[in-house]
């Protein structure tokens, strides 16, 4: 499928057929497409949880507003982020470039990240919407449904996980091969809504 085709219809499904059965290969597939996404400094600071026990499942779609999708998914991804990851070995994510380059680099993000927790989790939240991108055009491109999910408690969704203390949830992406067709785009805004150009304008102006 071409990327515009995929682009065009990913579409958020609610539900999935329940008997399908994702091979390993697909999963490995997805996850592979996935860590192409860019992340600030190729930190990769993404992890994937990738839910396959039932009652993990369950206890997720129980804070999830019992959404059937959590379930019925071929497979379901907890998309995570290390909101650390800058600091743990970041000579990894540049093993390859030259050593000066990789000197700067190192440099600039330290001084990026350092004392300012909240740039650490925007980043990550920034790192996982991109990562479910990713994964959903994937799964197009496969054959396959998906939707993005928010929780109703993502303390209760991590403790279930296992979540580290410097990890934080950034959303659900469930896969699988959807039962009905999604309704029409429910109210999609023009162009001329969401495009600003060169700048706001200034209140009073
Ligand atoms: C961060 C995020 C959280 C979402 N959470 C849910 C969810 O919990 N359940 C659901 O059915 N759809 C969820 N959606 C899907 C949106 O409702 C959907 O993308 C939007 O209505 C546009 O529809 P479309 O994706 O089919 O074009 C979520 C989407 C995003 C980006």
Redesign the pocket.
């Known amino acids: 499928m071409d990327t515009k085709t995929a682009i065009e219809t990913?579409?958020?499904?609610?539900h999935f057929d329940p008997t399908h059965r994702m091979t390993e290969y697909e999963i490995r597939e997805l996850l592979s497409l996935a860590i192409l996404s860019p992340t600030a400094f190729n930190i990769q600071n993404w992890r994937f949880v990738v839910v396959r026990d039932p009652g993990i499942r369950a206890a997720l779609r129980a804070v999830?507003?019992m959404?059937p999708?959590i379930t019925e998914a071929s497979l379901l991804v907890v998309i995570c982020a290390d909101i650390h990851a800058w600091q743990k070995n970041p000579e990894r994510y540049w093993r390859h470039a030259p050593e000066d380059v990789r000197a700067r680099v190192l440099e600039a993000i330290n001084t990026y990240y350092s004392g300012r927790p909240q740039v650490q989790r925007d980043e990550a939240m920034r790192s996982c919407?991109l990562a479910?991108q990713t994964l959903m055009l994937a799964a197009r491109h496969f054959g396959y449904d998906s939707?993005?999910?928010?929780?109703a408690d993502f303390d209760d969704a991590g403790r279930l996980i296992n979540l580290p203390e410097d990890h934080v949830i950034g959303?659900?992406v469930a896969i699988g091969k959807g039962l009905r067709e999604?309704?029409p785009?429910?109210g999609?805004l023009s162009l001329d809504d969401v495009i600003i150009n060169d700048c706001f304008v200034a209140d009073g102006a």
């Open positions: 990913r579409r958020a499904i609610k999830s507003w959404q999708q919407g479910a939707c993005p999910m928010d929780l959303l659900f999604p309704w785009r429910a999609q």
